[in-house]
């Protein structure tokens, strides 16, 4: 008896032939392709949190084999002008160094890979607020002009929604990427994503930003938008230090109630409040006389 065909479901895999398929020129292929993820319905943001968790911990690999190779490279450097000059007695020799240029390619090894680009496409449609975190590392990488702006039209909208509640999945990574925006150098042509960033940090009670957004409202700029992010930056950090306060307080309450009996008088057998004579304890019971 033959067996019912199980439904296969969408993998990684999968996902990355169809956001190739989504970022196609074509229009039909491009429609074909958002039908599908559309078709795959809540799996779709799982499997695009799948791809970028992938992409974040294979961005960390290439970081680390690019210091590898870079110490690597400078320890042949320095070891051929220690051989060419103190024991060969040879300084033309250094001209060979100029082959060590070749180790500057070493730096695509921080280019995202293109599913990663196509996945920041597909997400300047999301209204998931698990991305955030994402969204705002991408606009550090090396990404287009296009692409980036994407990314920020989609923090916009979800920045707001950020609350205390759904913002179990940030990590310390991706808040240090919201700490970033606030260190921009282009307060006039990027406030709008700084105020954004510094209404979401006020809600989620996050002190640790408490140094970014204190730079900010010791700011100097003259512009409007400057003077702007100055006083919001004053009244998030006025918040934020209030709930810091808060904190330490109850911490300070709370080590205060603890008992401060050591350990070793916990442990301390009880003192008798009398002795008792060995032979009142060994003599039988007159009950059954």
Not at 138 to 155: C, E, N, P, S
Not at 187 to 199: F, H, N, P
Not at 256 to 272: D, W
């Amino acid at each position: 008896m033959a067996s019912d065909p199980i439904d296969s479901q969408p993998s990684v895999k999968e996902l990355k032939k169809a956001l190739q398929k989504w970022n196609s020129p074509f229009i039909d292929v491009h429609l074909d392709a958002d039908a599908e993820l559309k078709s795959w319905g809540a799996k779709t943001p799982e499997l695009l949190l799948q791809l970028l968790q992938g992409e974040m911990l294979l961005q960390k690999r290439k970081k680390s084999l690019f210091y590898a190779l870079l110490t690597f490279g400078i320890g042949i450097g320095i070891a051929w002008i220690v051989l060419s000059l103190f024991i060969l007695h040879k300084p033309e020799l250094l001209g060979l160094l100029g082959m060590l240029g070749s180790f500057g390619g070493l730096a695509a090894l921080f280019s995202p890979s293109r599913h990663y680009l196509y996945a920041m496409q597909v997400l300047s449609e999301t209204e998931d607020v698990r991305f955030v975190g994402y969204l705002a590392e991408a606009l550090f990488i090396q990404v287009d002009a296009r692409t980036k702006i994407a990314i920020a039209r989609t923090l916009f909208r979800l920045l707001p929604q950020l609350t205390p509640e759904s913002s179990g999945n940030l990590t310390n990574k991706h808040r240090n990427a919201l700490y970033r925006i606030l260190r921009t150098n282009n307060l006039d042509r990027e406030a709008s994503i700084v105020l954004a960033t510094l209404d979401a940090l006020e809600r989620l009670n996050d002190t640790n930003a408490i140094p970014g957004v204190k730079a900010l409202s010791q700011s100097t700029g003259t512009s409007p938008r400057q003077h702007t992010i100055r006083e919001k930056a004053r009244v998030v950090l006025i918040h934020l230090e209030e709930v810091r306060a808060n904190s330490e307080m109850g911490s300070q309450l709370l080590r205060a109630a603890m008992p401060t009996v050591s350990g070793a008088e916990l442990l301390r057998p009880a003192s008798k409040s009398h002795e008792e004579e060995p032979q009142l304890l060994l003599r039988p019971s007159n009950d059954n006389k």
